[in-house]
């Protein structure tokens, strides 16, 4: 009879006294009445909450570790890791605290682990949303069309928190981002050939409390697109330096040819400030267009 894996359900939370006991009573019940129910442990990372979330989460008989601050979902995910190695976790589960994905698919991206696959992520967007609003909607279809672009593996949840993975890639992806570690993990586990596979999942409406990610629709707009162009900037450094650099050698080439213009209709004299205005913007765009050759260099 084949050992079943060690499982450690790690969840990030900040401020979620009103959802976090629910939670871990609820994983609780789905696990122990699964194949799973004396393999797994269940930790809970809090992330310098003012509230009772740690309070609650060892009354849960969680497992908790406390940030002394607010240090952000990278430096939170990075000291999850740490944890679940430190647990001998042979399969990490990363959950949320706020109650939004559904206990019992966590047994279902575990099987798919265990059938070999690497990292398995619960995918809102082939499964069912109760309700999800549309600047966050449309924020994370453009995410997974950035990481399947960069990646050219197709992705339809690349902003998913509930994702299933081995203890190897857990050792072998460090996050490096201060924002977030949700694309970098996806993105260094394509460039390491592990098998990925994304699973439907439910994703509730938000019942209490506050979403750390979005406090307002303009908030995430502004925080989504910073991060689009981050991944970008950090990962296709050719395409993003590129259209930047190119965009502005046209504008440069385009003054050339109003010169080209002015020469041949009112004569070469009189025009020395926007000969070296042509000059500039050509000269800005070649440089932005070699540092992005430079830095798609140095990345591969």
Request: positive net charge.
């Given at each position: 009879?084949?050992?079943?894996?060690?499982?450690?359900?790690?969840?990030?939370?900040y401020?979620?006294?009103?959802?976090?006991?629910?939670v871990l009573?609820?994983?609780?019940k789905?696990?122990?009445?699964?194949?799973?129910?004396?393999?797994?442990?269940?930790?809970?990372?809090?992330?310098?909450?003012?509230?009772?979330?740690?309070?609650?989460?060892?009354?849960?008989?969680?497992?908790v570790?406390?940030?002394?601050?607010?240090?952000?979902?990278?430096?939170?995910?990075?000291?999850?890791?740490?944890?679940?190695l430190?647990?001998?976790?042979?399969?990490?589960?990363?959950?949320?605290?706020?109650?939004?994905?559904?206990?019992?698919?966590?047994?279902k991206?575990?099987?798919?682990?265990?059938?070999?696959?690497?990292?398995?992520?619960?995918?809102?967007?082939k499964?069912?949303?109760?309700?999800m609003?549309?600047?966050?909607?449309?924020?994370n279809?453009a995410?997974?069309?950035?990481?399947?672009?960069?990646?050219?593996?197709?992705?339809?949840?690349?902003?998913t928190?509930?994702?299933?993975?081995?203890?190897?890639?857990?050792?072998?992806?460090?996050?490096?981002?201060?924002?977030?570690?949700?694309?970098?993990?996806?993105?260094?586990?394509?460039?390491?050939?592990?098998?990925?596979?994304?699973?439907?999942?439910?994703?509730?409406?938000r019942?209490?409390?506050?979403?750390?990610l979005?406090?307002?629709?303009?908030?995430?707009?502004?925080?989504?697109?910073?991060?689009?162009?981050?991944?970008?900037?950090?990962?296709?450094?050719?395409?993003?330096?590129?259209?930047?650099?190119?965009?502005?050698f046209?504008?440069?080439f385009?003054?050339?040819?109003?010169?080209?213009?002015?020469?041949?209709?009112?004569?070469?004299?009189?025009?020395?400030?926007?000969?070296?205005?042509?000059?500039?913007?050509?000269?800005?765009?070649?440089?932005?267009?070699?540092?992005?050759l430079?830095?798609?260099?140095?990345?591969k």
């Amino acid at each position: 009879m084949k050992k079943l894996p060690k499982i450690v359900i790690t969840i990030p939370a900040y401020n979620e006294e009103r959802t976090i006991g629910k939670v871990l009573r609820k994983i609780k019940k789905e696990m122990n009445n699964s194949k799973y129910k004396k393999n797994y442990k269940i930790l809970v990372v809090d992330d310098g909450s003012r509230d009772n979330t740690a309070k609650i989460s060892k009354l849960n008989k969680a497992i908790v570790y406390s940030h002394p601050i607010n240090y952000g979902l990278a430096e939170t995910f990075r000291t999850e890791m740490d944890k679940c190695l430190n647990l001998k976790a042979d399969i990490i589960v990363h959950f949320d605290a706020d109650g939004q994905y559904l206990a019992k698919d966590i047994p279902k991206l575990v099987s798919f682990v265990e059938k070999g696959y690497d990292l398995v992520m619960g995918s809102r967007f082939k499964g069912k949303i109760e309700k999800m609003p549309i600047v966050k909607k449309i924020g994370n279809m453009a995410f997974s069309m950035v990481l399947s672009n960069i990646t050219r593996t197709r992705i339809s949840d690349g902003q998913t928190g509930f994702r299933a993975f081995t203890k190897e890639v857990a050792k072998k992806i460090k996050i490096q981002s201060n924002h977030t570690y949700t694309q970098e993990q996806i993105i260094k586990a394509v460039k390491h050939k592990y098998r990925i596979k994304e699973v439907p999942i439910f994703f509730a409406k938000r019942r209490s409390g506050e979403s750390r990610l979005m406090k307002s629709p303009f908030e995430y707009a502004m925080k989504a697109s910073s991060n689009i162009i981050r991944v970008y900037r950090d990962y296709e450094p050719l395409k993003f330096f590129g259209l930047i650099g190119g965009s502005i050698f046209g504008i440069g080439f385009l003054i050339g040819l109003y010169l080209v213009y002015l020469h041949l209709t009112e004569g070469i004299q009189g025009h020395i400030a926007l000969t070296m205005l042509c000059v500039l913007v050509l000269m800005i765009g070649i440089q932005i267009l070699s540092f992005g050759l430079i830095a798609d260099m140095n990345r591969k």
